[in-house]
Nanobody, 126 residues
């Protein structure tokens, strides 16, 4: 499975961006897709995940109420709508996939994911 992340850019604090993650697989709905991010000098951290059907989602506490993950299985694409962006959201954002349909207690651990996109830079200016 190949993942292509896009949609990053430079935005002022309080602004919005929408990231996209397009996947090259015929069985897209059987994959959990997650977003992770890594800021300079920091460890990679979990942002959000969505089940294969799109019914279940999970968010890091730091983005709850500001970010929304969604998916369109007909387009093999997952989206991350990011609102009320803060300078601390600045990072390279990566999408990741694992062939498991339902979320559990593990989806915030990056070691579970088998496929990763190339990353897209998000910079939030103050």
């Amino acid at each position: 499975v190949q993942l292509q992340a896009s949609g990053g850019g430079l935005v002022q604090a309080g602004g919005s961006l929408r990231l996209s993650c397009a996947a090259s697989t015929r069985t897209f709905s059987t994959y959990i897709i997650a977003w992770f991010r890594q800021a300079p000098g920091k460890e990679r951290e979990f942002v959000a995940a969505i089940s294969g059907s799109g019914v279940s989602t999970n968010y890091a506490d730091s983005v709850k109420g500001r970010f929304t993950i969604s998916r369109d299985n007909a387009k093999n694409t997952v989206y991350l709508q990011m609102n009320y962006l803060k300078p601390e959201d600045t990072a390279v954002y990566y999408c990741a996939a694992v062939k498991i349909k339902d979320l559990g207690t593990w989806q915030n651990n990056g070691t579970w994911y088998d496929y990763w996109g190339q990353g897209t830079q998000v910079t939030v200016s103050s």
